[in-house]
Nanobody, 120 residues
Framework: LPLVESGGGLVQSGGSLRLSCAAF????????IGWFHQAPGKEREVVFC????????YSVDSVKGRFTISRDGAKKTVDLQMNSLKPEDTGRYYC??????????????WGQGTLVTVSS
């Protein structure tokens, strides 16, 4: 598997989780990496995207101030720190490798996802 997510689980509202995406066998330094959220019964949408260099990020308004993203080129990992979690953050989170400069709109490689459940 080229992208493997970990760190999902069950957490109470207001709690924190840290998701990690590890890349194997892909040109990690070529891709922007994004985290996508798919809530139950809804379409998958980008939550956070980090550029190839890690110097630029994009996030949706609903996670601003709560989530942060970081990238480690040596380890080939991208982490998503999620704080102040809300029940609406529940769903499967996918890591994806996207073409650079696309704000992760042009995904070329998907991970299998990790499940996050936030209880109220």
């Amino acid at each position: 598997l080229p992208l493997v997510e970990s760190g999902g689980g069950l957490v109470q509202s207001g709690g924190s989780l840290r998701l990690s995406c590890a890349a194997f066998g892909i040109a990690f330094d070529y891709y922007a990496i994004g985290w996508f959220h798919q809530a139950p019964g809804k379409e998958r949408e980008v939550v956070f995207c980090i550029s190839v260099s890690g110097g630029s990020t994009y996030s949706v308004d609903s996670v601003k101030g709560r989530f942060t993203i970081s990238r480690d080129g040596a380890k080939k990992t991208v982490d998503l720190q999620m704080n102040s979690l809300k029940p609406e953050d529940t769903g499967r989170y996918y890591c994806a490798a996207a073409r650079p400069g696309s704000q992760c709109s042009s995904v070329e490689v998907w991970g299998q996802g990790t499940l996050v459940t936030v209880s109220s």
